[in-house]
């Protein structure tokens, strides 16, 4: 067959929906995002029609840009939910939130403290507004190999240090779950009359259970982004933002306008409206079943010999960068059975139809939410229970990965602000040519996620040494070139 022949015939397939029908078709117990989890948690007229609630915008829905009827009613009735000043429904995710947050809430050249595990959105937000961000190295648990949060005691030392920034950018939680003492922070940050903006895309369920870990917008932060999706009943992308009085609304819904679309899926929003809707009147309920799956998901889980599940007793004492747990989130540490969370999430999948969000290094993570069944929490006990009974490998348990603790220890000089390094003009060089001139991309080592340098940032010999270590410990590399062989640099 010709190329020509050979094109028109794949012009009449589609992989992409072939591909999702046979992942929906298998039926797989789901502990991923969405979080209604396939529908289950919508109302079925709702997931019944849902192409004809795809409609934009007209007299009779509401304009997002300028919203005066059902999208200002719905933003309203999520501040009182959330208790806050402000609500801005998103239809780009927490992505679109947390630009929006950084552009509404600083200006170029302003110094801002970022917990340096932040997710890509956020050093997007600091590239556009173009502000000089002050990393804050978090604290690490070598045990599942994940970044935690930064503690209290270290942005007070770091606003001691850097007195003009104005603002500080945190996690509450991170993926995995883990808090950080959100409350102590907001007193440092309000002593000191700084901004808190809090990227809480795993939180929009915080507020509504006291056993869950304290909510940002509890505690006064200034900006708060929230994942409707990820965890609530939202459809992929509907995501939340809040902000108090401090932060001008006119100034915020600027920004917005900035960054979403001006054609919004009304299904996506109208879903946000369900989710709030859930949460206020049978939010408790329903999350106490949540808990109550996951936490006794977790106890059979870590009784199975070589398997030990993150625990709430895991978390330090108040002001620590792990204060408390989201209990929903189960993480299953893979170090037990000598095989790494990337092929525990493989064979999952593959033998027993269980589908985690996430394999890492030497850990599984799970999302339990309000759309899971008791049968799929039986699923995923038995199914580790089974891999772990086969004993992957007799003899035993994974080393660390190590290395990383160097490479936090670094503090690479900044040179030139993530701003100036993205607009540079840039080239790949040899990673060895590329010592001593300034990178002009992200470079994060798995485990334990936290960049090791960052565009702006100098590379040095050790930097990259140390990098080269992790790696060929068989450590996977995000950047450019994941092998390292060349690296981005400004030219
Ligand atoms: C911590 C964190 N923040 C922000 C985001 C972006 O959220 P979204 O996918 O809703 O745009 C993610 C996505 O995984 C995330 O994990």
């Given at each position: 067959m010709n190329t020509t022949s050979l094109e028109q015939r794949a012009a009449h397939t589609t992989p992409l929906f072939d591909a999702i029908r046979a992942f929906v078709d298998r039926q797989q117990a789901p502990f991923y995002s969405p979080g209604h989890k396939g529908g289950r948690s919508l109302p079925r007229e709702f997931t019944e029609r849902l192409c004809e609630w795809d409609l934009n915008n007209l007299p009779d829905t509401d304009t997002l840009h300028c919203p005066t009827a059902g999208i200002r009613d719905a933003q309203r009735l999520l501040a009182t939910a959330y208790g806050v000043a402000h609500s801005h429904m998103l239809v780009g995710g927490s992505t679109a939130g947390n630009v929006a947050a950084i552009l509404a809430a600083l200006a170029p050249g302003d110094r801002v403290l970022v917990q340096r595990n932040a997710h890509k959105s956020v050093i997007a937000g600091i590239v556009q507004v173009g502000a000089i961000p002050v990393w804050l190295p978090p604290a690490v648990d070598d045990r599942f190999e994940i970044a935690l949060g930064p503690s209290a005691h270290q942005v007070e030392r770091a606003f001691a240090r850097h007195?003009?920034?104005?603002a500080l950018l945190v996690l509450n939680p991170t993926y995995f779950g883990t808090t950080p003492d959100i409350a102590a922070i907001a007193r440092v940050c309000r002593a000191r009359g700084k901004l808190l903006l809090v990227d809480e895309a795993h939180g929009p369920h915080f507020h509504f259970h006291d056993e869950l870990p304290t909510a940002a917008e509890d505690v006064g932060a200034d900006a708060v982004v929230q994942s409707t999706h990820k965890i609530l009943s939202g459809l992929s992308q509907a995501a939340v933002l809040h902000t108090s009085a401090a932060l001008d609304p006119g100034r915020v819904q600027k920004c917005l306008q900035l960054i979403q679309t001006t054609s919004p899926n009304f299904a996506v929003m109208a879903s946000i409206d369900i989710a709030r809707m859930q949460m206020v009147t049978t939010g408790r309920e329903w999350l106490d079943r949540t808990l109550s799956f996951a936490r006794a998901a977790r106890e059979e889980l870590a009784a199975i010999p070589g398997i030990e599940v993150l625990a709430a007793r895991d978390a330090g004492p108040a002001?620590?960068?792990?204060?408390?747990?989201?209990?929903?989130k189960v993480l299953i540490g893979t170090r037990g059975l000598g095989i790494s969370g990337r092929e525990l999430q493989a064979r999952l999948n593959r033998e027993h139809g269980v589908q985690p969000e996430l394999g890492g290094s030497c850990h599984v993570l799970c999302i339990v939410t309000i759309g899971n069944v008791a049968d799929d929490l039986h699923r995923l006990v038995s199914a580790v229970r089974s891999i772990a009974e086969s004993r992957p490998r007799r003899d035993g348990v994974m080393p660390h990965a190590g290395g990383s603790r160097a490479l936090l220890a670094?503090?690479?000089?900044?040179?030139?602000t993530p701003r100036e390094a993205f607009f540079a003009p840039a080239a790949a060089c040899s990673a060895r040519a590329a010592v001593g001139r300034v990178c002009a991309e992200v470079v994060t080592p798995y485990p334990p996620g936290i960049p090791a340098l960052m565009p702006g940032e100098r590379i040095t010999e050790s930097i990259l040494g140390e990098l080269l270590v992790v790696s060929a410990a068989g450590c996977p590399i995000s950047a450019a070139d994941p092998t390292l062989a060349t690296l981005r640099v400004v030219a």
């Open positions: 007195p003009d920034a104005k002001g620590s960068g792990f204060h408390r747990l989201d209990e929903t670094m503090e690479p000089e900044v040179v030139v």
